[in-house]
T-cell receptor
Framework: AQSVTQLGSHVSVSEGALVLLRCNYSSSVPPYLFWYVQYPNQGLQLLLKYTSAATLVKGINGFEAEFKKSETSFHLTKPSAHMSDAAEYFCAVSPISGNTPLVFGKGTRLSVIA | DSGVTQTPKHLITATGQRVTLRCSPRSGDLSVYWYQQSLDQGLQFLIQYYNGEERAKGNILERFSAQQFPDLHSELNLSSLELGDSALYFC???????????FGPGTRLTVT
């Protein structure tokens, strides 16, 4: 069965600093991987997705993530944090065979300090 | 705007009551998913429908039920409500199972 582990339930960075949110997956077959963002009192919004094309995936709002099969990781990064990036971030996985719903991680709350 | 709509936005009701939450998926999406999000439990997958048929079940209580209608909209029915059912309920839709899901804005349920 697939699973996703997000390391760190809460990450705090200074404005302008690098954002790194960690996600490791376990899947018996190469998966599809997703990052979602949730702003307060809103639904989840798709940030980016990996579907076995390029291993470095660019998303919205300056975020990107790199698929590393050897490390079973799909970490989310942004070179320079902005106050508006403060939100909850969820990593999700689905096998390419695709007969199960996405499996979501527990989420990481990102705080940005001025 | 994801294209997924949910009604109502807010719902306040008393313990023991029954409510129905409604979801309309994005145009062309056949799969609908329901999630519950609370502070203590996080985001919990409840149930999935694909083109009118139940496809997957998660942590859904027996007091809860759902269906997807021929026009592809879905309803989540919550009965014998308890204080612990207070949460945000999200609907999401996708073209196929396993592809990216698009989330609605949610329904905030408060049980008093």
């Amino acid at each position: 069965a697939q699973s996703v582990t997000q390391l760190g339930s809460h990450v705090s960075v200074s404005e302008g600093a690098l954002v790194l949110l960690r996600c490791n997956y376990s899947s018996s077959v190469p998966p599809y991987l997703f990052w979602y963002v949730q702003y307060p009192n809103q639904g989840l919004q798709l940030l980016l997705k990996y579907t076995s094309a390029a291993t470095l995936v660019k998303g919205i709002n300056g975020f990107e993530a790199e698929f590393k099969k050897s490390e079973t990781s799909f970490h989310l990064t942004k070179p320079s944090a902005h106050m508006s990036d403060a939100a909850e971030y969820f990593c999700a996985v689905s096998p390419i065979s695709g007969n199960t719903p996405l499996v979501f991680g527990k989420g990481t709350r990102l705080s940005v300090i001025a | 705007d994801s294209g997924v709509t949910q009604t109502p936005k807010h719902l306040i009701t008393a313990t023991g009551q029954r409510v129905t939450l409604r979801c309309s998926p994005r145009s062309g999406d056949l799969s609908v998913y329901w999630y519950q999000q609370s502070l203590d439990q996080g985001l919990q997958f409840l149930i999935q429908y694909y083109n009118g048929e139940e496809r997957a079940k998660g942590n859904i209580l027996e007091r809860f039920s759902a269906q997807q209608f021929p026009d592809l909209h879905s309803e989540l029915n919550l009965s014998s409500l308890e204080l612990g059912d207070s949460a945000l309920y999200f609907c999401a839709s996708s073209v196929e199972q396993g592809t990216e899901q698009y989330f609605g804005p949610g329904t905030r349920l408060t049980v008093t």
